[in-house]
């Protein structure tokens, strides 16, 4: 079989509830790599947030921030930062508001507030502590992503800002990106070094986020566990996460022997 280039997003996806990675799932990846395919990952995480999985599990190459972050072969190939004169409109209407946010770079990410249960609950979720205080990070600092904090649909007033793209991930957060701004986006650029064709990707994912990805790539696999809405635009649906959900589904493809 032609070898293909393979993503992998990572929460609900390589990582179970629990976020580990189950057994069969790091066996499927090793698997992959052995038989000549090119895996990544695509992620709405920031790169510090799952350097340790990349090392795990041996992949240098990853789209990041929802696509603001392209790395190919351990070498940063794409930046895609939020504009600071945006960023400080939306800090000043995020005050007014009573939303905190989270400035998000390659290596760190800060507060505008110095403690909030949403930010405590929501980046909790993804076993990291609140960030530190600093609101005006984003001023001298490039900023891929930032994190806005509120409930369900209170994002909505926020849309007036037209360079920016909204991304609800959890009941209290919601990310934000520059408009255009997508996975599928970050992986043009990362296999614009490989010489595939869109038939030779293939993409795993399971929420809103992976929605751009699942459409673009040549198959988009959306896990028994995903968003009804990514089901329906996936070529086909594997198994949960926790139920060998990439196993069966490269077995299914007939990506191995």
Same mark, same amino acid.
């Given at each position: 079989?032609?070898?293909?280039?393979?993503?992998?997003?990572?929460?609900?996806?390589?990582?179970?509830?629990?976020?580990?990675?189950?057994?069969?799932?790091?066996?499927?990846?090793?698997?992959?790599?052995?038989?000549?395919?090119?895996?990544?990952?695509?992620?709405?995480?920031?790169?510090?947030?799952?350097?340790?999985?990349?090392?795990?599990?041996?992949?240098?190459?990853?789209?990041?921030?929802?696509?603001?972050?392209?790395?190919?072969?351990?070498?940063?190939?794409?930046?895609?930062?939020?504009?600071?004169?945006?960023?400080?409109?939306?800090?000043?209407?995020?005050?007014?508001?009573?939303?905190?946010?989270?400035?998000?770079?390659?290596?760190?990410?800060?507060?505008?507030?110095?403690?909030?249960?949403?930010?405590?609950?929501?980046?909790?979720?993804?076993?990291?502590?609140?960030?530190?205080?600093?609101?005006?990070?984003?001023?001298?600092?490039?900023?891929?992503?930032?994190?806005?904090?509120?409930?369900?649909?209170?994002?909505?007033?926020?849309?007036?800002?037209?360079?920016?793209?909204?991304?609800?991930?959890? %009941?209290?957060?919601?990310?934000?990106?520059?408009?255009?701004?997508? %996975?599928?986006?970050?992986?043009?650029?990362?296999?614009?070094?490989?010489?595939?064709?869109?038939?030779?990707?293939?993409?795993?994912?399971?929420?809103?986020?992976?929605?751009?990805?699942?459409?673009?790539?040549?198959?988009?696999?959306?896990?028994?566990?995903?968003?009804?809405?990514?089901?329906?635009?996936?070529?086909?649906?594997?198994?949960?996460?926790?139920?060998?959900?990439?196993?069966?589904?490269?077995?299914?493809?007939?990506?191995?022997?």
């Amino acid at each position: 079989m032609k070898e293909k280039v393979i993503f992998f997003d990572i929460d609900g996806t390589l990582y179970d509830y629990n976020k580990e990675i189950p057994a069969s799932t790091r066996e499927t990846i090793e698997q992959l790599k052995d038989a000549g395919h090119h895996v990544a990952i695509a992620t709405g995480r920031a790169p510090f947030m799952f350097a340790d999985l990349r090392e795990s599990l041996g992949i240098k190459s990853f789209v990041s921030f929802n696509g603001q972050y392209v790395v190919f072969e351990g070498k940063v190939i794409y930046r895609n930062p939020l504009k600071k004169e945006t960023l400080d409109q939306l800090l000043n209407y995020a005050n007014d508001s009573r939303h905190p946010l989270v400035f998000m770079n390659h290596e760190t990410m800060m507060a505008s507030v110095e403690d909030h249960p949403y930010i405590h609950e929501s980046v909790g979720s993804l076993k990291f502590k609140h960030p530190q205080y600093d609101p005006d990070f984003f001023r001298t600092n490039e900023i891929y992503q930032t994190l806005l904090f509120c409930q369900d649909g209170e994002e909505n007033q926020y849309r007036k800002y037209k360079d920016l793209n909204f991304i609800r991930w959890h %009941k209290f957060s919601t990310d934000i990106l520059p408009t255009g701004g997508s %996975k599928a986006e970050g992986i043009k650029r990362l296999v614009e070094r490989l010489d595939f064709t869109r038939e030779d990707i293939i993409a795993f994912g399971d929420e809103l986020n992976d929605l751009e990805m699942i459409q673009y790539v040549g198959t988009g696999v959306a896990m028994g566990n995903a968003n009804p809405k990514l089901k329906e635009v996936a070529d086909f649906v594997t198994t949960p996460v926790d139920q060998d959900g990439i196993a069966n589904g490269v077995r299914k493809l007939g990506l191995l022997k």
